[in-house]
């Protein structure tokens, strides 16, 4: 099976920027409009794509995604209906690599390998799963690692030298260090709290580190570009859905281009292309 993460990581490290990493649901605000929005996501430069599975009790995310669950919850999404999005998604685009987020319930709804198998269909590359902690690796780990998908962990403000070593055990594609302590949208990590934490997981692991939460803008992107291996935005994306409804898809891209272009300023070539 081909490691797309570790191809697309890899190609961004040689061109010199960070990965743009981009979060929307599945089935905001319906399932029929989904696909439009994740090609909109590729075409606007978005490396790696984190697809939501809906969920009743988002108790990571903020105002923004739980307002997304809502609304693609009310559509009727099903978990079928998000498998049939990744399967889709794969055969339009072979090459950009996809993780399905969420929380534990709807992954573990019908079993941990069910949920592995449908996953390795579909052409799923990774499992972000927020509330199974390390020391519950067993409830999905093993099921995800059989099948060949990559289980990516998180990692805090709080996770501390203590805590580090279990959190990586297991882990693989890449960490997402969360830059606030707290749900997602809301708060804005400093700068420097954001280099200091990635600056130490760099120190703990050879795994791309990812920094996501809070970040809202091209010039947030930017300057966690400069430090991070992926930068990860989610709620604005979202915001953005949320106000244009099935007719989002152009201003999503619209979004991504220019948080992309933030990226591409990183980048030595560019920089010489300029000069």
Same mark, same amino acid.
């Given at each position: 099976?081909?490691?797309?993460?570790?191809? %697309?990581?890899? +190609?961004?490290?040689? +061109?010199? %920027?960070?990965?743009?990493?981009?979060?929307?649901?599945?089935?905001? /605000?319906?399932?029929?409009?989904?696909?439009?929005?994740?090609?909109?996501?590729?075409?606007g430069g978005a490396d790696?794509?984190?697809?939501?599975? /809906?969920f009743t009790d988002p108790m990571a995310d903020g105002p923004a995604i739980e307002l997304a669950n809502l609304r693609s919850l009310g559509s009727g999404t099903k978990t079928k209906d998000i498998f049939h999005l990744a399967t889709t998604f794969r055969a339009r685009h072979p090459h950009t690599p996809l993780i399905l987020m969420g929380y534990a319930n709807p992954m573990l709804v019908r079993g941990s390998e069910w949920f592995a198998d449908q996953c390795r269909q579909a052409g799923v590359d990774g499992v972000i799963c927020v509330d199974i902690p390390p020391e519950e690796d067993a409830e999905l780990g093993p099921a995800l690692r059989a099948a060949g998908i990559h289980l990516i962990r998180l990692a805090t403000p709080t996770t501390d030298a203590a805590r580090l070593p279990a959190v990586l055990n297991g882990a693989s594609g890449f960490l997402y260090h969360v830059a606030v302590a707290g749900i997602t949208g809301k708060q804005q990590a400093a700068q420097a709290a954001v280099e200091e934490a990635v600056k130490r997981l760099k120190a703990a692991t050879d795994l791309p580190i990812a920094v996501g939460f809070g970040v809202r803008s091209a010039e947030q992107a930017a300057a966690i570009g400069r430090v991070a291996?992926?930068?990860?935005?989610?709620? +604005?994306?979202?915001?953005?859905?949320?106000?244009?409804?099935?007719?989002?898809? /152009?201003?999503?891209?619209?979004?991504? +281009?220019?948080?992309?272009?933030?990226l591409n300023v990183n980048s030595p070539h560019f920089r010489e292309t300029a000069a």
């Open positions: 099976m081909t490691d797309r993460l570790a191809a %697309r990581f890899a +190609a961004c490290k040689s +061109a010199g %920027r960070a990965a743009l990493i981009t979060f929307v649901t599945a089935g905001d /605000p319906t399932v029929a409009a989904t696909p439009a929005i994740l090609d909109a996501l590729v075409s790696i794509i984190e697809l939501g599975m /809906p291996d992926g930068v990860v935005v989610g709620s +604005a994306i979202v915001d953005i859905i949320g106000s244009h409804g099935d007719a989002a898809a /152009p201003f999503v891209q619209e979004f991504v +281009a220019a948080l992309r272009g933030a």
